[in-house]
């Protein structure tokens, strides 16, 4: 991987988005996200872009095994239910045009990713964008108050390839990043991150627990999302790190939701720092 390119910006050239692409589409967990948002993931008035980029990889994939334009057809359409109309097919495959115009890409497997999806879950939200039903775009938002967290999380998204905006309101950082391929891991990030390499589940928790956790005399994980709770238990576990799980606490006000902590073992203290860096990080006191 050392020297391999790793990001390409919207106006990259197709060949390295393609490059890097199918790098990820030869990821199994990457390639199983991809499949079940296709299949599963809402059409609206037309195909998801999730629907055609899976169909896009496998198309160039059978066509490499040298099947037809027809079985590529009938094969894609009983994997996802999607039937590639007969003038598409041979637009992709002849290389004349591609899905991977418009998009950034980026190597899933790059620490940032896990990094960028725990800050965006701890304190941050999507929003998607319609174009006459379709969906023609999403937005990431990521909000701090702490200028240095916000560089940080800017840095990530550009070593990714992401434009990034911000703007400063009432005390508070707002930074909009927009992309196709990192909303589809933060829908299903609880499948793609527990199967992730580990230097990207690290980030993922260093994320987390810059946005919601809290490092000092205890170390603790609190959120009122039960699947956030369940995946960071489940990592911590896979990395020997002992720690309980407290909760659902009952709301503190009117509208509220129930909240939910992990807390981290004494005797697994040094060794969770040591893994997410925290123990060095300004933002933990």
Same mark, same amino acid.
């Given at each position: 991987?050392?020297?391999?390119?790793?990001?390409?910006?919207? @106006?990259?050239?197709?060949?390295? #988005?393609?490059?890097?692409?199918?790098?990820?589409?030869?990821?199994?967990?990457?390639?199983?996200?991809?499949? &079940?948002?296709?299949?599963?993931?809402? =059409?609206?008035?037309?195909?998801?872009?999730?629907? /055609?980029?899976?169909?896009?990889?496998?198309?160039?994939?059978?066509?490499? +095994?040298?099947?037809?334009?027809?079985?590529?057809?009938?094969?894609?359409?009983?994997? *996802?239910?999607?039937?590639?109309?007969?003038?598409?097919?041979?637009?992709?495959?002849?290389? +004349?045009?591609?899905?991977?115009?418009?998009?950034?890409?980026?190597?899933?497997? +790059?620490?940032?990713?896990?990094?960028?999806?725990?800050? *965006?879950?701890?304190?941050?939200?999507?929003?998607? /964008?319609?174009?006459?039903?379709?969906?023609?775009? %999403?937005?990431?938002?990521?909000?701090? &108050?702490?200028?240095?967290?916000?560089?940080?999380? #800017? $840095?990530? @998204?550009?070593?990714?390839?992401?434009?990034?905006?911000?703007?400063?309101?009432?005390?508070?950082?707002?930074?909009?990043?927009?992309?196709?391929?990192?909303?589809?891991?933060?829908?299903?990030? =609880?499948?793609?991150?527990?199967?992730? !390499?580990? =230097?990207?589940?690290?980030?993922?928790?260093?994320?987390?627990?810059?946005?919601?956790?809290?490092?000092?005399?205890?170390?603790?994980?609190?959120?009122?999302? !039960?699947?956030?709770?369940?995946? %960071?238990?489940?990592?911590?576990?896979?990395?020997?790190?002992?720690?309980?799980?407290?909760?659902?606490?009952?709301?503190?006000?009117?509208?509220?939701?129930?909240?939910?902590?992990?807390?981290?073992?004494?005797?697994?203290?040094?060794?969770?720092?040591?893994?997410?860096?925290?123990? $060095?990080?300004?933002?933990?006191?």
């Amino acid at each position: 991987m050392d020297g391999e390119p790793i990001a390409a910006p919207r @106006n990259a050239p197709l060949e390295l #988005k393609l490059k890097i692409m199918l790098r990820n589409w030869s990821y199994p967990e990457f390639r199983e996200i991809l499949y &079940k948002e296709a299949r599963d993931g809402e =059409d609206h008035k037309y195909s998801s872009i999730y629907k /055609r980029l899976y169909a896009y990889l496998r198309a160039l994939e059978l066509r490499g +095994q040298d099947l037809s334009y027809n079985k590529i057809r009938e094969t894609i359409k009983d994997e *996802i239910g999607f039937t590639l109309s007969s003038s598409v097919l041979p637009y992709w495959l002849t290389g +004349q045009g591609t899905l991977l115009t418009r998009m950034t890409v980026f190597d899933v497997h +790059q620490p940032e990713v896990g990094f960028v999806l725990g800050l *965006i879950l701890s304190d941050g939200h999507e929003r998607q /964008r319609y174009c006459k039903g379709r969906l023609c775009g %999403v937005e990431l938002m990521f909000y701090n &108050k702490d200028e240095v967290l916000i560089e940080e999380f #800017k $840095e990530a @998204n550009y070593k990714l390839g992401i434009s990034v905006y911000q703007r400063f309101e009432h005390g508070v950082w707002t930074v909009r990043a927009t992309s196709t391929l990192l909303y589809l891991l933060l829908k299903r990030y =609880d499948e793609f991150i527990l199967r992730a !390499p580990v =230097d990207v589940q690290l980030t993922f928790l260093k994320g987390l627990w810059l946005g919601d956790g809290h490092v000092g005399r205890n170390i603790q994980f609190c959120n009122t999302d !039960p699947k956030h709770i369940k995946t %960071v238990s489940v990592l911590l576990r896979m990395h020997g790190i002992e720690h309980t799980v407290e909760g659902p606490y009952s709301p503190s006000g009117r509208g509220k939701k129930p909240m939910c902590c992990v807390y981290v073992r004494g005797r697994s203290r040094g060794s969770f720092l040591k893994l997410t860096g925290l123990a $060095e990080s300004p933002f933990h006191a």
